[in-house]
């Protein structure tokens, strides 16, 4: 019985190759498809996954929460998640991404709802440490997909416009979780998203695709003439084995990118996760400018994403290096937060353009980073190795700003914050010479 039904997520066969004239239609079509799909796809993701920090004071205090309790939630979604990405990139580079990543999208979408009806801490922990590894099958797929569909020389320009998906569902969601409940009460952050997830799914399955060879195309190798500098074209499904050990563990050069991940995404999700709530207690924000410092710190990156990822592309692949120099205006940006008085909420919502605009280059370089140096075959396994350690890094903060804040105050969160920035400058200067050999 499990065996069938596992059989469903397998890789799609080749099958005959179509004429030349039908490949020319067809590729660049089949192309678009899949960015496009996958693009929407991720995005809504978010609208499942941020949806929680936005309302996560006004639904503390309806079911008397504590921000003990709030930072246990967050810290064990992130682990879940870091977790969920390896696991489910495993998975993914084994599976086909048309099935694979509908369904992963149509059971958080259920999960939301579970959420959302319920009451009670321990089933709500229970509930979005599940929903953590389930958004496990988001990212993994789309990388599998872009790996497939377009070549090595291509990476920089399409992940960096790809990556963008990442700001317009966190930072759509950061306004439809804050104006749902404040109109129809904290569950509707969870429920409209949720309906607005497994409408995607559907949607998903219907525009996604596999690999070019499962619909009668060449490789991509072959449609652009980009081979790798070794002339070795790599189509044979690798094993677990190999992709987690010879291609992740044994490689140095990922591992060096996942510990600058870590501290990169203790920066990036504290001010998401805690955000609103710090400016509510501390500034006087209310729900609805709480919710906009999220759509303004995800809506930030867009641009600088795709000119920093071309960028990254100029100085030879040198992502580590690009990826250090955002990280210091995000270090002044954090001590600008913590030193502006209450009553210049405008100041704050400045500072958290400037962090989002600068923040995101990095999560998308050091993930293209580990990509360059793996087989595209092992692009969801490698994503995933790197993205555990992220997820590592939003599990300490989410936990860590929440125990300061309660026991503490806002100032040593804020501090921690700077810490971590700080420590991600130092790893990164590890990584400054690296770049892709081919």
Known sequence: MFQKFFSIFKPAPHIDRLPE?????????????????????????????????????????????SKDQIGDILAATAIAYGAGKFIMGALSDRSNPRVFMPFG?????????????????????????????????????CGRSLGHWYSVRERGTVFAFW???????????????????????????FFIPGIIAML???????????????VGLPSIEEYKNDYPESKVTHETELGTYELIVEYVLKNKFIWIF?????????????????????????????????GASTFIYEFAG???????????????????MVSLLCMIPILFAIVGIMITPPGYIWIDLILFGVIGFFIYPPVMLLGVAGLDFTSKKAVGTAAGFIGLFG????????????????????????????????????????????????
């Open 391 to 438: 997820y590592l890094g939003r599990t300490v903060q989410g936990k860590t700003l929440g125990y300061l804040a309660e026991n503490y105050s806002w100032n040593e969160a804020l501090a921690f914050i700077v810490l971590s920035a700080f420590l991600a400058i130092v790893l990164l200067a590890f990584t400054w010479n690296l770049k892709p050999k081919g």
């Open 163 to 189: 990556n963008i998906a990442h700001n317009v569902g966190g930072g759509l969601i950061g306004m439809i979780a804050a104006y749902s409940a404040s109109y129809f009460g904290w569950q509707y952050a």
């Open 302 to 320: 867009i641009g600088s994403t795709l000119l920093i990822g071309w960028i990254s592309d100029k100085t030879g692949g040198r992502r580590g």
């Open 258 to 290: 996942a510990i600058s991940n870590l501290f990169v995404y203790m920066v990036r999700y504290s001010l998401l996760d805690w955000g609103p709530t710090y400016l509510k207690e501390m500034k006087g924000a209310s729900l609805e400018s709480g």
């Open 21 to 65: 004239e039908e490949i020319k239609k067809k590729y660049p079509k089949f192309r678009w498809q899949i960015l496009e799909s996958t693009f929407i796809g991720y995005a809504v993701f978010y609208f499942v996954r941020n949806n929680f920090p936005v309302v996560s004071k006004e639904m503390g205090e309806a079911l008397v929460y």
């Open 105 to 141: 999208l149509l059971i958080t979408a259920l999960l939301n709802f579970c959420f959302g009806f319920t009451e009670g801490y321990w089933i709500h922990l229970f509930l979005w440490t599940l929903n953590g590894l389930v958004q496990g099958m988001g990212w993994p797929p």
């Open 200 to 214: 995607t799914s559907v949607y998903l399955f219907w525009r996604l695709r596999d690999t070019p060879q499962s």
